[in-house]
């Protein structure tokens, strides 16, 4: 069987964000995770910064619950991983499920072979449209060799931007439209 | 006990003079300790007040009674500085709840400061929302003060109309009264109304000094605010200003007035209260303020003498003459003059002034040849001469005069004409006319009539200057009140009328820069606000408007290098948060952009248009409910704020509520009835509303008012495209692609009409343009419309492409899609070759 190649590193999400069309919406949720040791917890798993992580610290699978306010569209989910550094801790399988609550999530699984950079989930549904829901739950079922606990460095959710200013078009391209598109 | 006072009062005046607030303030302490008179209670709540804390002042001033007008205003300003409203207006009016004062109380009873009373208590009634009595007040400052700006742009601000032409004229009875404020220019004060007419009795007056009075008088003129004395300065030898005044060459004294221009803009606002006294006694010889006939001199620089003069309130003698005199005088005295400029020196002035006229021959040597010999001459008359010309009748010297008032009733009049006479232009005017005076001036100290000639002339030249500077208020006041109607054309043509050497200057750049922005023409706008920060890198105010400017033309790295400057040089001001938190949200920070806007709210909560930003930035981080509580506080602050109206119409809009969201949008029109970018949303609105012909209205309505707003004529395009008019829709795109080549939207509404229309190849051929502009768009609707295009339709061979190519797309949504239009063609051409 041939090796399964290695997962390539996605772009940094931030240069996603400057183009404007999708917007980084973690902080309209609720974070929560199934376990964690201290001063590895959220916050670290939130905090921009590389070098802190989230460390858990009970039986898999490992879950990191995303709950919105509302009923939010979602395009896209980027997660930092890394195995040079994190080794046994490196998540290899992750399901990422959506839905209204604990109950009713739908699943999409993904694998990862030595991740070691950004890994862009996009989330879209049939019609690859970006899907609309209340949670996301991220489940790390297995790690790299077979460690139990697992390292999360980042985690970021976007949402598309709807560039409507007025009208239901899509963004104008030209500084020349979009001077005259809005007051400010 | 007055007469112990004097001494520590000039001492302290005239550290407060020299900005040097720990001394005046140590000083004032101790006297205040020694003496609990109300006037030491007023002298010490000044020395805090001008070093910058009110609350020390307020403090201070509510601890102890306070009758005297004078401590009431100042204890009033500090309550509004320190957001004190209902107290404030308490002192002033006596209360909100108990019986009021009419303004007429007020005026009686503040006398001479009733003016800048009245426009304290406008601001407070303004801040208080009522705005009906706030009018009034401002209004009634206006008429007794013309000078007074600041009242003028707030009645523009809430939505009166006044009437520039009106407001900004001197009436006789303000010439000849003096009345309050513009102490430097009212040739009389207002005991003094028949005075004008009768230079002669000022003379027989003055003639009738004696010098204990003359002392008295010196005391009482370099108690009055500053201006008359810089402005003597400008011309004489003003030991502490310059020296190389007076000289029959004008180009000197130009350059000296510059000079002091520099120092007399120092000056004014630091003096504080003294200086408000208005700009009054102006150059006679800039064409602003008008020519006088006195001196053939070119205007400016001397205007700028004028200027300095008046700004500093010292009387400036009469104009020729008196300069002359004064120069003579100045040298002699000096260190005096330093008293004089700040304007409330007491007891200190007369001695030194003693004492330098004996040092006064050295002293005049620097000037001119032609005043020497007159100066020398009668040293002692000298004395008597500078303070009838000193005295001043400045309103900001209140307290000094009021004193002297009392010692000297018959005389103040007298010498507040004299002093107000000698004001005029300081011109190095006519050597022989100065020489004349001076030889007059002896003449009547020796008891003889004096002529009244000149002071005559001084006056009437005086009143030439206020004259000229009334006209150019009132064009600013005509092209101010025009861009608060937002009528920006016309306030445009109306500043760029002014004469150039106030046109390029910071203000009225940045008004017309603000009128450019209002009329959305960013790009000139940009270029006069990069003017404003060439002229005046320290002005603040009008650069948050700049930001937006170079927000909307999305230009990040001038953005950012304002927002360093700005942040750097006043953290304290709002307009430069703003200016911070738009160069982020350019950046798509919007967090941080939210933090900054909040900063600028915190800095001052009174700043509307900080809340507005604060809004759209909470609309783009899709926290509707903070950007409606956002709005509605900016329309709390300022009812006038379209902006903010036009924020909450979009967040109705986006919220479907498309009733709510006309009617907001029609009230920010109300207000700003130019705004094509206004009209253009009311046009979508009424079209979501179904109510497509009075959008197709609004919509010309809004090409006709700004042919070149782009955004206009498409959508009058979709919505005529909407209405199935496809032939007009057409056309009005084919318009529009010549006016804007690059802009995928256009050639995507251009592809859904062919797609109507059934011509799938040119459909396809625009929306695969539409692709190619915009390559990092990932415009699903653009691939949507393809998509959909082509899922009925199963014969082509085509087809069997597109879902391929959009399923690459979807899954590398990253990815331009430039690649993947290139991929489109490549494989339609490879289709045709496998046909």
Redesign the interface.
Same mark, same amino acid.
């Given at each position: 069987m041939a090796t399964p190649s290695k997962t390539p590193p996605g772009?940094d999400p931030k240069q996603? $964000? +400057?183009?404007?069309?999708v #917007?980084e919406?973690g902080? &309209?949720a609720v974070w929560s995770l199934s376990s964690c040791k201290p001063g590895f917890g959220v916050d670290q798993l939130r905090d921009d910064n590389l070098e802190t992580y989230w460390q858990s610290d009970g039986s898999q699978p490992h879950l990191v619950n995303i709950q919105f306010r509302r009923k939010t569209t979602v395009?896209?989910l980027c997660m930092y991983a890394d195995y040079k550094s994190d080794e046994s801790y490196t998540p290899s399988k992750i399901s990422v499920r959506v839905g209204n609550n604990f109950h009713n999530l739908q699943e999409i699984r993904l694998e990862m072979v030595e991740p070691s950079g950004w890994i862009?989930i996009?989330l879209?549904d049939t019609v690859?449209?970006p899907i609309r829901t209340f949670m996301i739950q991220i489940a790390v079922l297995a790690n790299h060799q077979n460690g139990r606990d697992t390292h999360m460095r980042q985690i970021k959710v976007y949402t598309?931007v709807e560039e409507?200013? @007025?009208?239901k078009?899509? #963004?104008?391209?030209?500084? !020349?439209?979009?001077?005259? #598109?809005?007051? +400010? | 006990m007055t007469v112990l006072q004097e001494p520590v009062q000039a001492a302290v005046w005239h550290a407060l003079n020299h900005y040097a607030y720990r001394d005046a303030v140590f000083l004032a302490e101790r006297l205040y300790a020694e003496v609990h008179s109300e006037e030491a209670l007023f002298l010490l709540a000044t020395c805090y007040y001008r070093s910058g804390k009110a609350y020390k002042a307020y403090r201070l001033l509510k601890g102890h009674s306070c009758t005297t007008p004078q401590c009431k205003y100042l204890l009033a300003k500090c309550c509004v500085e320190l957001s004190k409203l209902a107290e404030g207006e308490q002192i002033l009016t006596g209360g909100v709840l108990n019986k009021q004062k009419s303004q007429e109380d007020i005026v009686t009873e503040f006398g001479d400061s009733a003016c800048f009373t009245l426009s304290l208590l406008g601001q407070i009634y303004c801040k208080t929302d009522r705005l009906a009595k706030g009018s009034e007040c401002y209004q009634k400052s206006l008429s007794m003060n013309p000078f007074l700006w600041s009242p003028f742009e707030s009645l523009c601000q809430i939505g009166d109309r006044p009437d520039p032409e009106q407001i900004f004229r001197l009436t006789s009875l303000q010439c000849f009264s003096g009345g309050s404020g513009a102490p430097s220019l009212l040739p009389i004060s207002p005991a003094h109304t028949p005075s004008h007419n009768m230079p002669h009795r000022q003379v027989d007056t003055v003639l009738m000094e004696t010098p204990q009075d003359t002392l008295e008088l010196n005391r009482l003129n370099l108690e009055s605010s500053n201006s008359k004395y810089s402005s003597l300065n400008t011309d004489s030898a003003m030991s502490y200003i310059d020296s190389s005044v007076i000289s029959p060459d004008t180009v000197g004294t130009l350059g000296t007035g510059g000079t002091l221009l520099s120092k007399q803009v120092h000056n004014k606002p630091k003096s504080g209260r003294s200086l408000l006294g208005g700009p009054a006694a102006l150059s006679p010889l800039t064409p602003s303020f008008g020519i006088l006939p006195l001196e053939p001199s070119p205007g400016e620089p001397l205007y700028l003498q004028n200027y300095s003069h008046s700004g500093s309130g010292m009387e400036p003698p009469p104009p020729g003459v008196p300069p002359k005199k004064s120069v003579a005088r100045i040298s002699q005295v000096g260190t005096k003059s330093v008293f004089a400029q700040s304007g409330n020196s007491r007891e200190v002035i007369p001695i030194p002034f003693n004492q330098t006229q004996t040092t006064a021959p050295p002293q005049t040597s620097t000037t001119p040849q032609v005043l020497s010999p007159t100066i020398a001459a009668p040293p002692n008359v000298q004395p008597r001469r500078s303070s009838r010309l000193f005295t001043s009748a400045s309103s900001t010297a209140k307290e000094n005069s009021k004193k002297l008032k009392m010692k000297f009733p018959t005389k103040i009049p007298n010498r507040k004409t004299k002093s107000k006479t000698g004001k005029g232009g300081i011109t190095p005017s006519n050597l022989n006319e100065s020489i004349e005076i001076l030889k007059l001036d002896s003449s009547m100290t020796e008891g003889k009539v004096n002529m009244g000639t000149p002071q005559f002339q001084a006056f009437s030249l005086q009143k030439a200057a206020a004259d000229g500077l009334m006209s150019l208020m009132r064009d600013i006041g005509r092209g101010y009140l025009a861009l608060s109607s937002y009528n920006c054309k016309e306030a445009i043509s109306i500043l760029s009328q002014l004469p150039s050497h106030h046109y390029n200057t910071g203000w009225v750049l940045g008004q017309i820069g603000r009128a450019h922005f209002e009329l *959305?023409e %960013?790009m000139q706008a940009e270029r006069i606000f990069s003017e404003v920060r060439r002229i005046e890198s320290y002005r603040v105010e009008g650069m948050e408007i700049y930001s937006?400017t170079l927000?909307?033309? &999305?230009k990040d790295v001038a953005l950012s290098a304002l927002s360093k400057d700005l942040t750097d040089m006043d953290k304290n001001s709002p307009e430069a948060w703003c200016v911070a938190g738009n160069c982020f949200s350019l &950046?798509?920070e919007? !967090?941080i952009a939210i933090k900054f806007f909040q900063r600028a709210i915190q800095v001052n909560p009174g700043f509307a248009y900080a809340y507005?930003?604060l809004g759209?930035e909470f609309v783009l981080? =899709? $926290?509707l409910e903070k950007a409606l509580a956002c709005f509605r506080n900016a329309i709390r602050v300022n009812t006038r704020h %379209?902006?903010a109206w %036009?924020g909450l119409g979009?967040i109705y %809009?986006?919220q479907e509520k498309f009733n709510l969201a006309e009617i907001h949008f029609k009230k *920010?029109l109300s207000i700003n009835p130019q705004?094509?970018?206004?009209l253009?949303?009311i046009g979508?609105?009424q079209h979501a509303l179904k109510k497509s012909d009075h959008a197709l209205e609004t919509l010309n309505r809004a090409i006709n008012i700004d042919p070149k707003?782009?955004?206009?004529k498409?959508?009058r395009a979709?919505i005529l495209f909407a209405n199935e008019k496809y032939k007009a829709a057409l056309q009005e795109l084919e318009e529009l692609k010549q006016i804007?080549p690059? =802009?995928?939207?256009v050639y995507?509404?251009i592809g859904k009409v062919y797609k109507k229309l059934g011509q799938t190849h040119l459909a396809l051929m625009n929306f695969s343009w539409a692709m190619d502009?915009?390559p990092?768009? *990932?415009?699903?609707? @653009?691939k949507e419309a393809i998509d959909k295009r082509y899922l009925p339709d199963d014969e082509e061979p085509v087809t069997e492409d597109y879902p391929y190519d959009? *399923?690459a797309e979807? $899954?590398e949504? &990253?990815e331009s899609s430039m690649t993947d239009a290139d991929d489109t063609q490549l494989h339609t051409a490879e289709s045709d070759e496998v046909l």
């Open positions: 772009s996603l $964000e +400057r183009t404007g069309t #917007r919406i902080s &309209q395009k896209m862009h996009p879209l690859n449209n598309p409507s200013s @007025i009208g078009f899509p #963004r104008c391209t030209t500084v !020349d439209f979009m001077m005259y #598109r809005t007051i +400010r | *959305a %960013y937006t927000w909307h033309l &999305q &950046q798509r919007h !967090d507005t930003l759209h981080t =899709e $926290e %379209y902006n %036009y979009m %809009y986006k *920010a705004s094509s970018v206004l253009c949303h979508v609105v707003n782009p955004l206009c498409f959508h979709s804007v690059k =802009e995928s939207l995507f509404l502009l915009d990092k768009g *990932a415009n699903n609707q @653009i959009s *399923a979807v $899954e949504s &990253q």
